[in-house]
């Protein structure tokens, strides 16, 4: 079941950047939404960038080179503003028109594309950050609602039997192959849809992280339309 924004137990609401990169992860809450309201024509921007690939970054010049509508520059400033706020925080933020992502072919026992609910896994602390300005939003789903998909039964015996390797090397080989990063949604699960305009920091799997990380997947898009979204 998806949902359109449900506040949940492990969602931290706040109301703007400071305390977006401030509050803490803590108990179940491995989620922390600025949620606010945007003005402009994001639409207008989408259609005005050129887009050859599947994913088209988009660089501050471009979004400047851009000769847009009053209503579309009101969008252009709003993303500029968020650019700046990550970087100036240490962030390494990313524009992009998504068309589509690349997935694993079809039939494909066992899944790694970003479609497919997983966390993000990283050496050092960090977080997740995202925000879809325009067309289908990213979808996050409550840890208690999921199970890691190694520890199925019937999928970690159908992994060892692709497995060549010693016994005591299989956790290493779900590891390397990012098997462990992926989970599947309990019957009756409430994927929760994000909110478009909203910034959202997501826990990730590092050393020292008190806090399980978020789960999370793009979602499928719609035909023919474009994805705006800054992630980091």
């Given amino acids: ?8 137990r492990h969602i931290r609401r706040v109301t703007n950047f400071e305390d977006l990169i401030s509050a803490a992860y803590q108990g179940e809450v491995n ?3 600025w949620s606010r309201e945007l003005v402009g024509n994001f639409s207008e921007i989408v259609d005005k960038i050129e887009t050859e690939e599947s994913i088209t970054v988009v660089e ?3 979004l400047l080179a851009l000769d847009l509508s009053e209503a579309g520059q009101l969008a252009r400033e709003i993303i500029l503003n968020d650019l700046a706020l990550l970087k100036d925080h240490g962030a390494s933020p990313v524009l992009n028109v998504v068309k589509k992502y690349d997935r694993d072919e079809e039939g494909t026992f066992f899944p790694t594309d970003v479609y497919s609910f997983h966390v ?7 977080d997740t950050f995202l925000c879809t300005y325009y067309g289908e939003p990213s979808e996050i789903l409550p840890n208690t609602e999921a199970e890691k998909k190694v520890d199925i039964p019937e999928i970690r015996n159908a992994l060892k039997k692709q497995y060549s390797g010693t016994e005591e090397n299989f956790d290493s080989f779900l590891t390397e192959h990012f098997y462990d990063l992926h989970y599947q949604a309990k019957p009756g699960a409430h994927i ?13 799997d590092h050393p020292g992280s ?3 990380p978020c789960l999370h997947r793009a979602p499928e898009e719609k035909p023919g339309e474009y994805r705006l979204l800054l992630i980091c």
């Fill in 60 to 62: 501050p010049e471009d």
């Fill in 31 to 33: 989620a922390i939404r």
């Fill in 210 to 212: 008190n806090v399980p």
């Fill in 192 to 204: 929760i849809k994000l909110g478009l305009g909203e910034v959202w920091r997501l826990a990730v």
């Fill in 120 to 126: 993000d896994r990283s050496p050092i602390a960090t």
């Fill in 1 to 8: 079941m998806i949902d359109s924004f449900t506040e949940g």
